[in-house]
């Protein structure tokens, strides 16, 4: 990645983690490595082709039987580089209080 736009610390990895990322809605899985990461994002690559997958939003699956995972969103690409950032579960809008009569 050309210049550092990266606001949180970053730990990285002497040998890069093992991980696979997967569609949200399951359609489509590849095997990747996580070179670095933060609270807020990380940085990985991708092994295999990503040509035709939909990198916009997909789940980042750290252990083999899927209980450690993240929510992710596109930041960045280039090449087989993928930068992401964590997504929050979304909030829903704040329901009016209640009021007993």
């Given amino acids: ?14 040998h890069a983690m093992r991980a696979k ?20 994002g990380t940085l990985l690559r991708i092994i295999g082709p990503a040509a035709g997958l939909d990198l916009r939003e997909f789940f980042l699956l750290l252990s083999s039987t899927g209980l450690a995972y993240r929510r992710c969103g596109l930041v960045r690409l280039d090449g087989d580089r993928v930068g992401v950032r ?3 579960n979304i909030k829903p809008a ?8």
Wanted: proline residues 11%; glycine residues 4%; charged residues 40%.
């Fill in 21 to 40: 990322i997967v569609g949200i809605d399951g359609t489509w899985r590849r095997e990747c490595e996580v070179l670095d990461v933060s609270d807020s």
């Fill in 1 to 14: 990645m050309p210049r550092e736009l990266r606001k949180k610390p970053r730990v990285y990895f002497e």
């Fill in 94 to 101: 704040k329901e009016p209080p209640l009021t007993v009569p």
């Fill in 86 to 88: 964590f997504l929050k």
